[in-house]
């Protein structure tokens, strides 16, 4: 079978994704397991240098820098197609080639935060409401 | 999709334009979740005009493993896992919902990225499909709905670019009939070329300039579908102006050396030179070395004897054709050798890394022929 890759953007109007990329994962606190959607993570902060970050999750602050990946990553959604094909002569081809691949997006670069999370001794920053920035922690692997 | 850049930046643009001394909030999006249908594809900057031309595809059977093809070259696709977490941040208005969303929100945890490699097209199947059912005489009585290939069939079952499809379907000399691509069968071929050289000495045309409708029309009158007639043109000969065609010496000596090891298997050299130069018609000049790639030839005792052993019934990937050779003889020298291997391709690996990696060269001593062994 045949998956074509549609892509709408048209010449360089690939809409550009970000990544925030940190080792090891971020765990979300068992009272916030189940109601994680639209839970804040953490705070992104840009220092005043050019292109590093630091990214405060609970009481776990990492810094990072902002990288330019060497190759692009495209961004694909599998799109199944619900209109009807065209009857194939072969049966077990039927299911696959309903299926496209579009291009919804472009990754150029990264933030990424490569080292091991530093504890803050004191409270989070203060904005930040404080049930949300305490229910997540960074679990270094 | 395609609103309009509001006022205050948001979602993947506020994550990459924060400004010196300033943070944002990251959060989960609304629609936070696996996500299994968003993939990531890293892919080569020059590959990105294809993309956007949408002359990018997936090919491959359910059983096999995907390959992503350009119009001219094929890659491997591989899943590359990482252990970090991959935070996605989609554009605001990407997966925008009605109430007030969050300033950047995440909607994935990445597990990876699918990474591609070039390699050289999987042209074996394409093989095995026509052989199947090649184009033969008398087909028209028989049921022939089986077996047969139109253009897109094969652009579903074989895992190579249409460029490399296009050229295998060369290699293979098959040819278009009623939509199908198929391969004609040797015998069948003979058939049209020995009467395509007979009307040509009944009309006294000369092989070298023959006229294509005269020739064609003389093939339908034998019986003869026209497509088949052009064929056998296209297989045998080269256009050399508009409507002229001249039958090619060596392709020409080359067929009849296959039909006679086909009919009579191994021979005596000498009797099969005999034989070829008699078969070969008038003001050609067969040769052994025509034959490169599609004989082997073996001394037993005094006598030399010659054998039918073509390159193209051979496998594609370097693996299988090396082990194949090695089968066939234990050791060759490079004379040999070279005509079965000339044709393997594969991205990133010269032939003397081929060899490198499949045999082992023996040299006894500095000025002798170096001899390669299985490794």
Known sequence: MEIKLKCSCGESNCREWAIIELQGVVEVQPAFQDRIQNLQIGLLCRTSSQETYTFTVGYHELSGSKIPLKKPLLVLKKNIIKSDMEIDQNDDQIDSSRVELEVIGIIRQRILFKTRPKALISEPQPAVKEKVSASCRVVAK | ?375
């Open chain 2, 1 to 375: 999709m395609e609103k309009t850049e509001s006022c205050c930046t948001k979602g993947a643009e506020a994550v990459l334009n924060v400004s010196p001394n300033s943070s944002i909030p990251i959060s989960y999006h609304p629609l936070f979740g696996p996500h299994d249908d968003i993939l990531l594809l890293e892919l080569d900057e020059k590959l990105l005009p294809d993309v956007i031309n949408q002359r990018v595809s997936l090919r491959g059977e359910p059983n096999e493993d995907a390959v992503l093809c350009t119009k001219s070259k094929t890659y491997a696709v591989k899943f590359v896992g990482t252990s970090n977490s991959v935070f996605l941040v989609p554009p605001s208005d990407q997966f925008a919902i009605t109430e007030s969303p969050p300033v950047a929100s995440v909607i994935k945890v990445a597990p990876g990225t699918m990474e591609i490699v070039e390699i050289a097209p999987k042209i074996d199947k394409l093989k095995t499909l026509l052989s199947k059912n090649p184009y033969r005489y008398d087909e028209d009585d028989e049921m022939h709905d089986s077996g047969l290939y139109q253009w897109d069939d094969l652009v579903n079952r074989v895992q190579a670019s249409d460029d490399e499809l296009k050229s295998a379907l060369r290699v293979l000399s098959a040819v278009e009939i009623n939509g199908y691509w198929r391969i004609v069968d040797d015998k069948y071929m003979d058939q049209v070329l020995k009467t395509l050289i007979n009307n040509s000495i009944l009309s006294d045309w000369s092989l070298s300039s023959l006229d294509e409708n005269t020739v064609v029309e003389s093939l339908v009158e034998e019986g003869y579908s026209r497509e088949i007639a052009h064929h056998c043109l296209e297989v045998y000969g080269s256009k050399t102006s508009e409507n002229v065609w001249e039958m090619d010496n060596k392709r020409v000596c080359v067929h009849f050396a296959r039909r006679i090891l086909f009919v009579n298997g191994k021979m005596k050299t000498e009797s099969f030179m005999e034989e070829w130069i008699s078969k070969v018609p008038g003001g050609m000049v067969a040769s052994l070395d025509m034959l490169e790639g599609e004989v082997l030839m073996e001394n037993l005792g005094i006598q030399s004897w010659v054998y039918a052993f073509s390159v193209f019934s051979l496998p594609s990937d370097p693996a299988n054709r090396f082990s194949r050779l090695f089968q066939e003889r234990s050791k060759w020298d490079w004379k040999d050798l070279h005509p079965y291997i000339r044709d393997l391709s594969v991205p990133g690996l010269t032939s003397d890394g081929l060899l490198l990696k499949y045999t082992r060269r023996t040299q006894p001593t500095a000025d002798a022929e170096p001899v390669f062994t299985a490794r």
